[in-house]
């Protein structure tokens, strides 16, 4: 006699089986890693340009008895030529963010400039070569993680150690020369900002791209300036934008 109910138990049984070995046949689907537990190494180099900030303030007063004018003095006008390396490690937290931490390195080179008169007679400024060095940190993200092009952004803080900066003013049709004053102390400063950037794989670990950012700087330790009477405070000022910009090459790990 057919029993029903017996065939239909074992025809359930043989299915189930078919459907795993068809199962065990078909991959299983590829976990999307992006930047997870990824590490990298990234070399920086380039340079800045200033968006905003003053190296002197507008003042007048006396120097050497004579009467002076200092005038507002933008510090884009005071220094070029800059030039901005960084040595950066980076750690992946998840598919598409990572940890990074920085050590810079930046040189300012300073231009003769006329800043005001004394005695009707033009005077003039050049101020030392600025050097910083930044530890910087942050997180990152990426908006395109994975694939041979990556697109980013990240906010950063850190610090600034900015070196002991001078001045030397000249009033030629004076003969006068006030040289190597000191201007700006040594300093420790805490910044912050951001940048975007974009990379692209040359090699199976390599690639390279370029970087735009956005970093703010508080005040120097302002020195004291004895050169006059009315114009002490003419280096009361420092805090300013700047706008970095990069090539570099990462290797990942």
């Known amino acids: 006699m057919f029993e029903a109910g017996r065939w239909s138990s074992v025809q359930t049984q043989a299915l189930v089986v078919a459907l795993a070995a068809l199962g065990s046949l078909v991959p299983a689907a590829a976990h999307a890693q992006g930047v997870e537990a ?3 190494v990234t070399v920086f ?12 303030v507008e003042a007048s007063g006396r120097v050497v008895g004579t009467p002076a004018t200092f005038v507002e003095q933008a510090f884009s006008n005071h220094y070029s030529d800059g030039l ?39 005077m003039r400024a050049r101020f030392a070569t600025a050097r910083v060095t930044d530890l910087e940190g942050g997180l990152r ?35 006068l020369t006030f040289a ?21 794989d040359v090699a199976e670990h390599v690639a390279l791209g370029a970087e735009i950012g956005l970093r703010y700087q508080p005040k120097p330790t302002r020195a004291e300036i004895a050169i006059g009477t009315g114009v ?22």
């Open 38 to 40: 990824t590490r990298s």
């Open 45 to 56: 180099i380039g340079t800045g340009l200033g968006l905003s900030g003053n190296v002197i």
């Open 84 to 122: 901005r390396v960084r040595f950066s490690g980076a750690y992946g937290l998840d598919f598409n963010k990572e940890v990074f931490a920085t050590y810079a390195y930046g040189r300012l080179n300073g231009t003769e400039r006329t800043v005001g008169s004394v005695g009707g007679f033009p």
């Open 141 to 175: 993200y990426y908006f395109q993680p994975e694939g041979p092009t990556r697109v980013y952004a990240n906010g950063t803080f850190g610090v600034r150690f900015l070196n002991q900066i001078t001045t030397t003013l000249r009033i030629v049709d004076l003969g």
């Open 180 to 200: 190597d004053l000191e201007y700006f102390d040594s300093s420790t400063l805490f910044i912050f900002g951001g940048d975007v950037g974009i990379s692209r």
């Open 232 to 253: 002490e405070n003419i280096n009361d000022t420092g805090n300013r934008w700047s706008l970095p910009l990069s090539v570099f090459a990462t290797w990942r790990f």
